[in-house]
Nanobody
Framework: QVQLVESGGGLVQAGGSLRLSCAAS????????LGWFRQAPGKERVFVAA????????YYADSTKGRFTISRDDAKNTVYLQMNSLKPEDTALYYC?????????????????????WGQGTQVTVSS
């Protein structure tokens, strides 16, 4: 059974940076699209970034484009989210997700329903 575990969250001042990691156990990430989502208190979970199975395609929400970078290391079975120039509105619980339904499909899904495995989340808090 696959388990995704996020880490790297924390408290940071506006303008600062954080790097989130998500490691999988029980199943490889190799060959599958991966994504990051976030959920702020009282709001719905929203898309942040996605990366294709080979890493050649990435896609970002407008609110994170130019500030966040998604990457993957299949040898380590890990996906990353580098977050720079953080803003208070980036405060949320961040989740990684894997789409194990579409192996070797070269796309970057942004719809949460396309993902079938999720981590438990890591909290990011940005102070002003």
């Amino acid at each position: 059974q696959v388990q995704l575990v996020e880490s790297g969250g924390g408290l940071v001042q506006a303008g600062g940076s954080l790097r989130l990691s998500c490691a999988a156990s029980g199943r490889t990430f190799r060959g599958y699209p991966l994504g990051w989502f976030r959920q702020a208190p009282g709001k719905e979970r929203v898309f942040v970034a996605a990366i294709s199975w080979g890493g050649g395609r990435t896609y970002y929400a407008d609110s994170t484009k130019g500030r966040f970078t998604i990457s993957r290391d299949d040898a380590k079975n890990t996906v990353y989210l580098q977050m720079n120039s953080l803003k208070p509105e980036d405060t949320a619980l961040y989740y990684c997700a894997a789409n194990y339904k579409q192996r070797f499909r070269d796309y970057t899904p942004s719809d949460s329903t396309e993902y079938d495995s999720w981590g438990q989340g890591t909290q990011v808090t940005v102070s002003s």
